[in-house]
Structures are given as C-alpha cells and as structure tokens.
C-alpha cells in the first residue's frame, strides 16, 4: 500500500514562502515520478510542478521562477519550494506518484497513480 503524506501548508502573506513536503511509503523500489497539483474552491485541480527520478523537472507557467520541485531519493520525499507567494496561490496542495512515467512528464492528475490528502496553502493579501 502506497502512502503520500504531505506536510508544511500554512498561512502566509503576499510575498512570503512557505516550504512542502511529500512522504512517499509502501512502494519505494521503482523509479516513480513525482508531482504536486492543486485545488482551489470552486476551481478545477491544475498541476503545479513534476519531478523525474532523474530529477529532471517541469513547471506550470503560473509558477515558474517562483516555485522550485526538488527530491531525495532514498529519503523517498519531495518538497516543493514556494517562494514570492501571491493571493492566487491559495489552494489546498496534493502530491502525487507516478509509477509509470512515460518518456515525457505528466502534467495530468491521470496520470498518476497515488495522491496524498493534501495541505492547506493560504496567501492573504
């Protein structure tokens, strides 16, 4: 059983960072990517930002240059790195596993098999 546990959501105000984190357990032998989407109320969910066990990366145009994707690997965690916060980033943030990636990747939520519960990111103006 795959669980994703994520961590580090909180109130912030415009401009600030805020720092989260994703625990991978159960399934920590395969080389999963690893993504972070969110939902905002009354909003569809959008992706965010996604990492390869290479490491590479790719981002959401609306975060870009703020936002930074890393992992450890054999801490099977991955942060996402949230800097110079604005009210439109308030969402509730949901990591997600990957654990067959494609040769690009995935930017879609069905795209990936397991999702953590999620952590609350609040940006006041």
């Known amino acids: 059983q795959v669980q994703l546990v994520e961590s580090g959501g909180g109130l912030v105000q415009t401009g600030g960072s805020l720092r989260l984190s994703c625990a991978v357990s159960g399934r920590t032998e395969s080389s999963y990517a690893m993504g972070w989407f969110r939902q905002a109320p009354g909003k569809e969910r959008e992706f965010v930002a996604a990492i390869r066990w290479s490491r590479d990366t790719i981002y959401a145009d609306s975060v870009k240059g703020r936002f930074i994707i890393f992992r450890d690997n054999a801490r099977n965690t991955v942060w996402l790195q949230m800097n110079s916060l604005r009210p439109e980033d308030t969402a509730a943030y949901h990591c997600?596993?990957?654990?067959?990636?494609?040769?690009?990747?995935?930017?879609?939520?069905?795209?990936?098999?397991?999702w953590g519960q999620g952590t609350q990111v609040t940006v006041s103006s």
């Open positions: 997600a596993a990957d654990y067959n990636p494609g040769l690009r990747i995935g930017t879609r939520d069905y795209e990936y098999d397991y």
